[in-house]
């Protein structure tokens, strides 16, 4: 039986939403925009309910929450709408991001070159944290946009976002924030945080996979250019039947997290720091990605002494643990999160995420901790098998 340890991947949906949804797959089956009938007039009940949950857990109000498929296109939404939106005759041109953002804000700020805006990537610490006076400077340019995720979806580190918005929005920018790995982790309120834009995924927070949302202000109004056409769902900028069922059990996600995070948060950082705890106890020279940054409950971003995080992950196949990203853990390169912080490609390779959850038991706890850290003392007494490359960290 496997234990699973990747909740910063996605986390399982929540039996409570499940059954939540259900009806919406059966009996409940109409479209939310067909409100000709009964059925579709149910669904967009529905919908705007789960709308407006989602809006509470966040500070917002419904009618800022654009409905998507996830984080990914909320993002580009978000990136693209708001530069496209300005078009060529706006004279900001530059567009700020960080090193260690997730791929789709990355590749989304760099796109937008072939379109005549100025992408400019900000490093960070060994921590992982954005240097304020960095922006500062950065900002001395006229800058359109800045866009700086909350919580990183590697190390779990959190950012000062409130700070750092407060910079952009002094220097006239706009402020987007990816809070996909920090919504139902933590507290967010994102009209004290002074946002303009935050883009959600459902999955990262116990709901379903394939819905997300993304928040647009509208005092000051965010306006944005749509990403594609269609019949004009979601204020004109999100074209496309709604998923009901997807929507409502995001919904109840967001309700289950406004109610619970605060104790489940103390529980999960009680059990993160006994598997800390029981792996550093056999494993002499076990490291932790961005120690003393400020950082979600469970994350726990590894650094294995003289051994490959992969090579610890086949020997211990019952266990479901990731090297990063699982948008990038496929990929024979080292994890930009950690090159950008500082680590050689042999301490990136080295270098593993656990995740803890909601379902995650004090027994699985133990029991992981005797299944990596005995894996671990396996591989490392064969360790002149392994690349020389492993030998410099």
């Not at 009938?37 to 929450?65: F, P």
């Not at 953002?101 to 937008?112: G, P, T, Y």
């Not at 982790?185 to 834009?197: N, P, Q, S, T």
């Amino acid at each position: 039986m496997s234990i699973y340890l990747d909740n910063q991947a996605t986390t399982p949906c929540d039996p409570r939403v499940v059954a939540a949804m259900l009806p919406l797959f059966a009996a409940e089956f109409g479209n939310p925009h067909s409100a000709e009938h009964e059925l579709g007039r149910r669904a967009a009940a529905e919908v705007e309910a789960a709308r407006a949950e989602i809006a509470a857990l966040i500070g917002a109000e419904a009618r800022e929450i654009i409905l998507t498929s996830g984080a990914t296109e909320a993002n580009n939404l978000a990136i693209k709408g708001a530069a496209r939106f300005a078009g060529a005759a706006q004279p900001r041109r530059r567009i700020i991001t960080v090193a260690t953002e997730h791929k789709c804000v990355l590749e989304s700020v760099r796109d937008l070159a072939a379109e005549g805006f100025e992408p400019v990537i900000l490093p960070v610490d060994g921590r992982g944290l954005v240097d304020p006076d960095q922006l500062r400077d950065a900002l001395l340019v006229p800058t359109l946009l800045v866009s700086v995720m909350a919580v990183n979806n590697e190390t779990g580190i959190i950012q000062d976002i409130g700070a750092l918005a407060a910079i952009a929005r002094a220097a006239g920018a706009v402020f987007h924030s990816d809070v996909a790995q920090a919504v139902g982790k933590i507290r967010l309120d994102v009209e004290a945080l002074g946002l303009h834009m935050a883009s959600i995924s459902a999955h990262k927070m116990y709901g379903p996979k394939g819905v997300g949302a993304l928040y647009v202000r509208r005092r000051p109004r965010m306006r944005l250019a749509p990403l594609f056409s269609g019949g004009g769902q979601e204020r004109g900028l999100r074209s496309g039947t709604l998923p009901a069922p997807l929507v409502v059990g995001f919904g109840v996600a967001c309700r289950i997290a406004a109610q619970e995070m605060d104790g489940e948060a103390e529980m999960i950082a009680a059990r993160r720091d006994r598997l800390f705890a029981l792996l550093s106890a056999r494993i002499p020279g076990l490291g932790w990605n961005g120690g003393g940054a400020p950082r979600i409950a469970g994350n726990l971003s590894l650094r294995l002494p003289g051994l490959r995080a992969l090579d610890l992950m086949a020997a211990a196949p019952a266990l479901c643990v990731s090297t990063g990203s699982a948008c990038t853990s496929a990929e024979l390169s080292p994890s930009h999160v950690l090159s950008a912080m500082g680590l050689t490609r042999a301490e990136a390779a080295c270098s593993l995420r656990l995740g803890v959850g909601r379902f995650t038991s004090a027994a699985e706890i133990e029991t992981a901790a005797d299944m990596l850290a005995g894996a671990f003392l396996r591989l490392a007494s064969a360790a002149p098998a392994y690349d020389p490359v492993v030998a410099e960290v």
